[in-house]
Structures are given as C-alpha cells and as structure tokens.
DNA sequence: TTGTTGATTTCGCAA
DNA sequence: TTGCGAAGTCAACAA
C-alpha cells in the first residue's frame, strides 16, 4: 500500500463525470492497483476512487488510472508532500452478525413466536416475481407468507403486498395472509401494512439470539 | 488527517456486530474525527469504520471510537509501523456530471425517441405526491406519464403507478398511460410494468448524448 | 428533524 | 457470468 499526501486535481471520466480541483489530498494506492483520492473532512467516502481491475500510468506531475471499462482517473499533482510504501500482506477479511439473513434464519427456528401451534413451510419460498422470506401455516393450517426485514420500510410492505397478490391468485394456496416482523417498523410501514390486513410483528434480536443460545446449552 | 499503519484488530458494536482479526492495515484519522480501517486489498471499500460526529479514546494499544448513537469501534494495536500526521485544509468539493437529471434532459429534448409526433408537457409536472419524470402527450394527444431511471428497478414501477393512480382520477387528463425508460430495466421490473400495463423503454445514453452533440455542431 | 431518492452505489449469493 | 436484493448502505435535498 503507497501512501501519497499531495496537492492535486482530479478528472474521473467514466459511468459519469466526476472533477476534483486543485487542493492537497490523500491519494491512496493499494496493493490490487485501485486508486482512492481522500479529503480530510466532508464526507467519510472517498470523493473520487478507481475500482479494481485497473492499470496505472504514472510520469511526473501526472497519474492516469484505466479500467477494464474504459473508465479513466487522472490526477494532476502539484506538489507532493509525503509519499511511502508499506507492505501489508494478505487480510483476514471480515465477519459480520446480525444482519438480516440471521434474524430470518433465527425466526424460522422459533416461528412459534409468530403464534402458537405455527410452523415453517420452507424459508425463500419461491414466486415469479422473487423468493418469499418465510412460508408458514398458522394453528388452522392457513397459509402465511413472512416478509422479514432489518428495519421495516414502505418498500417491504409494498413486496410483501406484492407476495400477497400474487399467492393468493394460487386456488391451492388461498387465502395467504401475511406478517411483516422487524427489529424496527416506522409508523408509516406500520400504518400501510395495517390498513391492508397485514400483520406487523417487532423482533427482538437480542433475545432471538438469546433463546438460540439456550438451545445449544442442552 | 493522521495516517497510522499498525498490525491490529478491529471490532464494531453498533447497528451489528462485526469482527477483524489482526494483521497490518492503514488506520486513517480525518479532521472531523472520523476513523477509517482499510486492507490492502479485497474491497477497495474500507472494511471497517465510524462515521462523524464521533469521539476518540486513545490509550496505548487500545483505540476505542464511539459514535452518538451508541456504536462504538474498539482497534486493538499490536506493532505500529507508521504515525504521520497532515495538515491538509479544507476541500472545494467534487462536480458530477452525467447522473439521472442529465438523462431525463435528454430525453425531455428527444421525445420522439418514445413514439412519431409525440410531444412534451413538461419536465418534473406536479402531483400531490411528487413531480413526474415527464409529461407528454402521444401522436393522438393522449396523455402519457414518463418515469425516467438510470437503472429500471421494481420501485420505479411502483413509483410510476402511484402517479398513474392519482392522474387517471382527473377527469381532465385521463386516460393517462405510462412509459418506464431506463438505461436497463431488469426482468422483474418489466415483467410487473407490462403487467400493469405501462410500456418499458430501454434508453441508450450515449446515442442520446451523440444526438444532442450532432445536434450543437448545426 | 424527518422522509425520499439516487448512487461511478458496493457487495454477496445463487442460478 | 448475470441477476437480484441487502447494506452499519451513504449522501443530497426537500418538507
């Protein structure tokens, strides 16, 4: 990884146009050849960047960065004021929790939360117009498709609706009802779900996790 | 901004829970206090950071970050390689050029792309819910509403039929029919249009661009 | 402050 | 490879 603090100006001509002008900056080169060009403040991206695969030419006062793609960054430098190299090696990567594929996977070991006596169908339940999070039958053995979500949005309501539509046109199936469970449901979510029949259930993660956990003790 | 190449590991409590094991990466400290964790390579993305406004606890070979929201990114140090700190100054900001406001411009001036003797209303018409892309009416003087997309998306049709619920209900312009155009239009999103009736058009940018530039040189 | 929408979205998974 | 949906989405802008 080079390390470059220098006074510049930058052109990135591709997918759009993108200008830079001239102030000092960090410009960022790590080991694959991608490019980042920082500011110190504003925002916490980079303000101009060249994403991997790339190919850099560099004589003085002038950098051009090519993609693959035909996408083009040029930097023009004035002045450098710090340039070094370090050698990194390889990255372990990174390990997330907690998103939404784990709390679809922790309701469908405990559908139960959703009522007594339900039980899971199969989880991605497949439509022409996208996979259903969960498919369930409640204590009557009636359908119930389960839109799950991090943060409930209009946007969820409005697929889950679309779920809805579509299954209940299936003579087998109908009629589907369904649930839309979150950590967090914002009002507006709320209130739309509510006003087309649908049920909105809030997820405790926590304790999710934490019922998870009990059941691996015994 | 202050530039620190350390052997370290990185864990994030916040809005999830994410791990980095140790090994050697840039740790990046902006002015406004915000800390960026990047790899040499993999995702020219960093893998870890905090975003302003947050605070800074520095103690010999544990870095704590805490946000307002409670989240908070714990650096553990192992070796450091390389402390430098820059004077940088105050960033004029990036121009964008060519994102979706210049592409409804093109097509608001090449209408004709949509169908033979069809002409423009306006650019961005009212509703109570929003402005519409574009308002044109067709070769037989029917009203058409247009939504323009970089990337033609299930949310654009969405979009798209709420303005066509709320114009057909004015006796003035309905019928009111609509066209999606986009650079693409993924299948689902085309599938649910046609079958909502509105028509789908695939928007070549760059000869629209070459149009309007052949346009100039006359 | 809150909501909405675009993004060089990026990223990861699965068909 | 391509398509599709999630993201600690971020960030700009309007109400």
């Known amino acids: 990884m080079r390390l470059v603090i220098a006074r510049c100006s930058v052109d990135y001509v591709g997918r759009l146009s993108a200008h830079l002008p001239m102030a000092t900056r960090l410009?960022?080169?790590?080991?694959d050849g991608s490019v980042l060009?920082?500011?110190?403040?504003?925002?916490y991206q980079q303000p101009n960047w060249m994403s991997p695969p790339c190919r850099q030419e560099?004589?003085?006062g002038s950098w051009r960065v090519v993609n693959k793609g035909g996408e083009e960054l040029r930097i023009t430098i004035e002045d450098v004021l710090h340039d070094s190299t370090h050698e990194l090696g390889i990255d372990p990567g990174l390990k997330k929790d907690g998103v939404e594929a784990h709390l679809q996977e922790l309701l469908a070991a405990q559908v139960h939360l959703l009522g007594m006596g339900w039980r899971?169908?199969?989880?991605?339940?497949?439509?022409a117009i996208g996979p259903v999070d969960l498919m369930c039958r409640d204590e009557g053995s009636g359908a119930v498709a389960v839109e799950v979500k991090r943060r409930g949005d209009i946007d969820g309501v409005e697929q889950l609706t679309r779920y809805l539509e579509l299954l209940n046109r299936d003579p087998a199936l109908?009629?589907?009802?369904?649930v839309f469970a979150a950590q967090e449901i914002r009002p507006q979510a709320r209130v739309l779900a509510e006003d087309r029949g649908i049920?909105?259930?809030t997820l405790n993660y926590d304790a999710m996790r934490g019922i998870e956990l009990e059941g691996t003790l015994f």
Request: proline share 10%.
């Open 174 to 178: 109908s009629p589907v009802r369904g």
């Open 37 to 43: 060009v920082h500011s110190d403040g504003g925002s």
């Open 120 to 127: 899971l169908v199969r989880r991605e339940y497949p439509t």
């Open 199 to 201: 049920r909105c259930v």
């Open 58 to 60: 560099e004589s003085p």
């Open 27 to 31: 410009i960022l080169v790590k080991a």
